[in-house]
């Protein structure tokens, strides 16, 4: 037997929307900026769980975590670390990277008009 499903993707994009949406997004300073932009991110405004994700790919990309007990960071001597004020933190603690957040974002409203 063969089941051939042609799957049809239907993006949320398609769906009909006219009247333009206000979106609240996060604009990083120009520091924090730079680390997301490390990780692989593009755009000037992003939305808290975007920059949770590129402080995460950053995290990982240059190997800061420590590799026996991966809940901890050590940024110690990295830009990340400047921003933080601090050498090291763990997940389970992460008011460090919470509060350099308050600090280094700004909030905008971003208006998306659809296409
Ligand atoms: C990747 C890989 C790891 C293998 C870590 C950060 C926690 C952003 C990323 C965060 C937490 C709370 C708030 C905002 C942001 C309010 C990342 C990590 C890791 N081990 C620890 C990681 O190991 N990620 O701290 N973040």
Redesign the pocket.
């Known amino acids: 037997m063969s089941s051939s499903t042609s799957t049809q993707y239907l993006s949320p994009e398609s769906a009909c929307r006219t009247s333009p949406q206000q979106v609240k997004q996060l604009r990083p300073k120009p520091l924090l900026l730079k680390i997301l932009r490390a990780a692989g991110a593009q755009g000037e405004t992003f939305t808290?769980k975007e920059?949770?994700?590129y402080?995460?790919?950053?995290?990982?990309k240059k190997?800061?975590?420590?590799k026996k007990q991966?809940?901890?960071?050590y940024c110690g001597g990295d830009q990340l670390g400047d921003l933080l004020g601090c050498e090291s933190?763990?997940?389970n603690d992460?008011?460090p990277?919470?509060e350099m957040?308050k600090r280094n974002v700004t909030s905008v409203t971003v208006t998306v008009t659809a296409e």
């Open positions: 808290l920059l949770v994700h402080l995460g790919e950053y995290i990982s190997q800061l975590y420590d991966q809940h901890m960071v933190f763990s997940v992460p008011r990277v919470y957040l």
